[in-house]
């Protein structure tokens, strides 16, 4: 599993954006240094491309799929590359569905592992490009990725699956758009995220979290999750269990979207009202005080959310470790 390491390198921003545009290497007008850079830049492109021709030719895919996952930082434009180009987005996608049968039974070898996530980090970077990601998204795409958030198997080899996976959808939520919103609700993307949150690994949980709040900051999701009891119980009920579950094995990446996304849910008057009685003890008694200790935002983002719950104000005696978090 060494080679997959570029394919997942999800955090902080858990959605691989394209890197910014490098400075133009000398500067102003036709110098030494302009002449140096663009035969550099244009042996990239032409690698990049040769590699992206090398896609569709099942002998040469697999070397493909592993240097343009590593060097996808470095080959400007790479995404609107591979979707333009003849034949490769279907490429991708047959290497995808190739591995469906593997799946139930669980029988992922980790080779096989290896370059599927290759194939979905290249997929990453086509969701993340403005200029690719709403026609990802009017290809359904991301419909083809729902298989594998769907396994329950914690071996190595499907965990890297679920969370390059999650990568990609990460990829589309990161930038505020309703329209993406919008498509995701049409999808089961919430319960399988939900699933992740209450069995992968700290990082996938910490992913799909950040892929349900991005999706409750939208005002599209936010009423969808609060327009029934039944949608709202099912969010509000993996929170809590992963709350409880972090008071023993404490995530402060983690904590911060489980916060964040109870705030958000406290914007809902319904939703407010709701968690009067059923947001966690743990989230009001001070259990998380030296967990958020430096990180002042999470601990404002609290701050906020209990005083949205209790109407803004405690009402009687503090409770035991909120004066900590009112003294910020």
């Known amino acids: 599993m060494a080679n997959l390491q570029p394919s997942i390198a999800i955090p902080p921003s858990y959605a691989g954006a394209s890197p910014p545009s490098p400075s133009p290497i000398g500067g102003g007008g036709g110098g030494v240094g302009a002449g140096v850079g663009q035969p550099s830049k244009d ?6 491309e040769q590699l992206v021709l090398d896609l569709c030719d099942p002998e040469l895919r697999e070397n ?7 060097k996808r930082d470095i080959f400007q434009d790479l995404a609107p ?3 333009h180009s003849f034949g490769t987005v279907g490429a991708l996608l047959q290497e995808i569905v190739s591995i469906y049968p593997a799946l139930s039974p669980p029988t ?5 592992s290896n370059r599927i996530c290759n194939a979905l980090a290249l997929l990453q970077c086509v969701a993340s490009h403005p200029e690719t990601r709403i026609l990802f998204l009017n290809a ?7 298989p594998f958030l769907n396994t329950t198997s914690k071996t190595r080899p499907f965990e890297y699956l679920r969370l390059t996976s999650l990568g990609v959808i990460g ?8 329209e993406v919103i919008s498509f995701l609700l049409q999808t089961e993307i919430i319960p399988l995220c939900l699933r992740t949150m209450e069995m992968g690994s700290e990082l996938s949980k910490t992913v799909a979290t950040f892929i349900v709040q991005k999706i409750l900051l939208d005002d599209v999701g936010l009423r969808y999750i609060c327009a029934t009891a039944e949608r709202f119980f099912a969010v509000g009920s993996v929170l809590a269990n992963m709350v409880v579950s972090l008071a023993e094995q404490p995530s402060t990446r983690l904590l911060k979207h489980i916060i964040r996304c109870y705030l958000r849910l406290s914007d809902n008057p319904r939703a407010c009202a709701a968690l009067q009685s059923c947001l966690p003890d743990m989230l009001k008694d001070g259990t998380f005080n030296n967990c958020l200790r430096d990180d002042p935002t999470t601990r404002r983002w609290l701050q906020q ?5 209790t109407g803004g104000s405690m009402g009687g005696a503090p409770q035991p470790g909120l004066d900590h978090m009112m003294g910020i």
């Open 108 to 112: 992922l070898s980790p080779v096989a």
């Open 64 to 70: 493909a799929l592993l240097e343009l996952s590593k």
């Open 305 to 309: 959310l209990l005083l949205n719950v």
């Open 140 to 146: 359904h795409i991301p419909l083809y990725l729902y």
């Open 81 to 83: 590359l591979l979707w």
């Open 171 to 178: 990829a589309l939520v990161k930038v505020d758009d309703t």
């Open 43 to 48: 042996r990239k492109m032409a690698s990049a």
